[in-house]
């Protein structure tokens, strides 16, 4: 499994404007020198070994968020937040497209990530959004998609949002399936 280098850049971004062009250059300098992919430039074609890709997240975790992973849930979020309001999905989606930006999700899995699976299976009241035969499961994928569809249902309108988590690589389950129930 390989992550595609936007999903470098867009961390990158989100970092030097939470934290600043120098701290996260003196980040990436450091990690670097022990996950030598990164000295090279990283375009938004470049194929990312995902183990290279998840050590990089664990630090930035590690370093500038105590640990916490409910930061990877963030990163999704804000994800959203900037390709709605500002980035590639501006012109897409209209307030209240929420199950049409459901069903929209499995193109984004496919635009940042080489394998697995995420599907979405339209119910009475909810929506089940889940990921499937990822070669290297990890908290991190889990988190960050799911945090990126609640961040974009967030930001289209959805009222009374909740989620529930039915399976995860969190709770130890060897897939994820998430409920969200939108209205």
């Given at each position: 499994m390989e992550v595609k280098g936007v999903a470098f850049?867009?961390?990158q971004q989100m970092m030097v404007q939470t934290f600043g062009e120098a701290a996260w250059k003196g980040f990436l300098t450091e990690f670097a020198k022990k996950e030598p992919f990164f000295a090279n430039p990283v375009m938004p074609v470049t194929r990312m070994p995902v183990d290279a890709f998840l050590h990089l997240n664990e630090d930035l975790l590690a370093r500038f968020y105590g640990g916490n992973k409910s930061a990877w849930w963030q990163f999704g979020i804000k994800s959203a937040e900037?390709?709605?309001v500002q980035g590639q999905l501006k012109t897409m989606f209209s307030p209240g497209d929420l199950r049409r930006f459901l069903l929209f999700t499995p193109g984004i899995w496919k635009g940042y990530f080489t394998e697995g699976d995420?599907?979405?299976?339209?119910?009475?009241?909810h929506t089940d959004l889940s990921i499937t035969h990822v070669p290297k499961p990890h908290v991190y994928f889990e988190l960050s998609v799911m945090g990126f569809a609640f961040g974009g249902l967030t930001q289209l309108g959805a009222k009374n949002l909740q989620h529930q988590v039915l399976k995860g690589y969190s709770k130890g389950d060897k897939e994820v399936l998430y409920r969200f129930n939108v209205s």
């Open positions: 850049l867009a961390r900037y390709a709605l995420l599907n979405v299976h339209p119910g009475q009241g």
